[in-house]
Structure formats: C-alpha cells, structure tokens
C-alpha cells in the first residue's frame, strides 16, 4: 500500500491506499488497484500537542470482489437452497464506512485516563478483512501503577459492543456463512465483551500482561456462551 500524510502540530490529516484481498480474509491480494483497492482518509485533531486528548476521525472504502447479503437472500430463495454469498460475488462492489476514536489523558503524564471508540459500515457488502462485525462501540480507563508504587505497571478496563446490519443478521439466519461466522437459526443478539489487563514490568525491558475476558452472546447468538478467556502476553524490549 500507500500513504501520505500532513502533519501539524496540533492536526495531522492522512490518506493510505491498499491493495484487498482476492477473496474474504485470504492472503493472496489483487491487481491492478484500478479493480480493487481499501482507501482510508484519517483527520486527527490534538490541539494541545502530543500528550493532550486527541480526536481522530476515519472514513474508508473498500472496493473488491465482494458479494450483496441481500442479493444472496434473493438468489437462495428463488432457488431453494441455502444462501452463499460467494456466489454472488462481483467485482467492483464497494464497502464503505466511518470511524472515530478519542483519548483522554486525566493524570499521571497521560498514563491514566479514558479511551473510546465508534465504527461504523453499510452492512449491505459481504465482511471482507479482519472480522465480522458492522457495528461497534468501545470505551475504557487505564489506571498508572503509580498510584500503588510501581509506576511501570498499568491496570486497565475494556468494554465492548458489536452488532450486526439486518442484512447480514438475515443472511446468517439462513444458513449463510461468512470467512469467520456461520449459523442457520440465529438467535440474535449484540455481541458483548468485557476485558481486563494489567501490564506488569518484570525487570527492565520485560513485560508480562495477564488478560481477563467475559463475552456474551459470542458471534452474535444468544443461544451461545457466555465465554470467558485467560491469558497472557509477554513483551521483550532490546
């Protein structure tokens, strides 16, 4: 891909092209760019400087090979069968949507303070990259160790929901598969998730994250979960 960007001191507006994948999630890529290609236009808004709350707004669009969920409803119902949006698939099919992220710095040379994110897609075009998801709204506070004297560590709390277009919601309901989600009788429901993390400095330049998630109605079912995930990550540092 590529981007370009122009930075200010207190704004800084970007524009990257790419190029997309030649089928959902996979990792071969088309060509030219003149037939696919993921275009992204990112503002981002600091007025205070660099260790101030910032504002970043996204606009994207996707055009690629993609199928229509509402087209591959119709084909299946004219045909009897189960609905693939695959074989629907067209080139020149675009995907667009918007995005906007902030961050509040509250204390402690910005290493406590609160974080937020909204994302947003037509939900008409078949989930091309990353994950299933139409709809999404994230919050959460990171807490500075220094407030128990180890100024190194961090605790911090996520909070997150996703959802589905009524398209998609529809053509899943069917039996329809997507590159990560499949069903035939969804009970709808947003999907839900709760995380918690705290990043402990071990000894310099090492870093270990023991991770806590609760997820309700995992791939947007309510007859599924809850779920809950443990984990760890380490971070080396030279």
Same mark, same amino acid.
């Given at each position: 891909?590529?981007?370009?960007?122009?930075?200010?001191?207190?704004?800084?507006?970007?524009?990257?092209?790419?190029?997309?994948?030649?089928?959902?999630?996979?990792?071969?890529?088309?060509?030219?760019?003149?037939?696919?290609?993921?275009?992204?236009?990112?503002?981002?808004?600091?007025?205070?400087?660099?260790?101030?709350?910032?504002?970043?707004?996204?606009?994207?669009?996707?055009?690629?090979?993609?199928?229509?969920?509402?087209?591959?409803?119709?084909?299946?119902?004219?045909?009897?069968?189960?609905?693939?949006?695959?074989?629907?698939?067209?080139?020149?099919?675009? %995907?667009?949507?918007?995005?906007?992220?902030?961050?509040?710095?509250?204390?402690?040379?910005?290493?406590?303070?609160?974080?937020?994110?909204?994302?947003?897609?037509?939900?008409?075009?078949?989930?091309?990259?990353?994950?299933?998801?139409?709809?999404?709204?994230?919050?959460?506070?990171?807490?500075?160790?220094?407030?128990?004297?180890? %100024?190194?560590?961090?605790?911090?709390?996520?909070?997150?929901?996703?959802?589905?277009?009524?398209?998609?919601?529809?053509?899943?309901?069917?039996?329809?598969?997507?590159?990560?989600?499949?069903?035939?009788?969804?009970?709808?429901?947003?999907?839900?998730?709760? #995380?918690?993390?705290?990043?402990?400095?071990?000894?310099?330049?090492?870093?270990?994250?023991?991770?806590?998630?609760?997820?309700?109605?995992?791939?947007?079912?309510?007859?599924?979960?809850?779920? %809950?995930?443990?984990?760890?990550?380490?971070?080396? #540092?030279?």
């Amino acid at each position: 891909g590529f981007m370009a960007g122009y930075i200010a001191p207190t704004w800084a507006l970007r524009y990257g092209v790419y190029l997309m994948p030649a089928y959902a999630n996979g990792q071969t890529l088309e060509w030219p760019l003149a037939r696919a290609r993921g275009e992204q236009t990112e503002l981002t808004l600091q007025p205070s400087g660099a260790d101030a709350w910032a504002l970043r707004l996204l606009a994207f669009r996707n055009i690629a090979r993609m199928g229509i969920y509402r087209d591959a409803i119709a084909m299946a119902e004219a045909t009897g069968t189960i609905p693939d949006i695959r074989a629907d698939d067209r080139d020149g099919r675009r %995907k667009y949507g918007f995005g906007v992220n902030t961050e509040i710095p509250l204390a402690d040379d910005g290493e406590t303070g609160l974080f937020a994110r909204v994302g947003w897609n037509d939900g008409k075009t078949e989930s091309f990259a990353f994950t299933e998801v139409d709809r999404t709204l994230t919050a959460g506070a990171q807490l500075s160790g220094e407030h128990w004297n180890r %100024k190194d560590d961090h605790l911090a709390l996520g909070l997150t929901s996703n959802g589905l277009s009524p398209d998609h919601r529809e053509y899943l309901a069917l039996g329809g598969q997507g590159f990560l989600l499949g069903d035939g009788r969804l009970d709808y429901a947003q999907e839900r998730a709760i #995380e918690l993390q705290y990043r402990a400095k071990v000894i310099e330049h090492v870093e270990i994250s023991p991770d806590f998630e609760f997820i309700r109605a995992p791939g947007y079912n309510k007859d599924r979960g809850p779920a %809950k995930f443990v984990g760890a990550r380490l971070h080396l #540092e030279m």
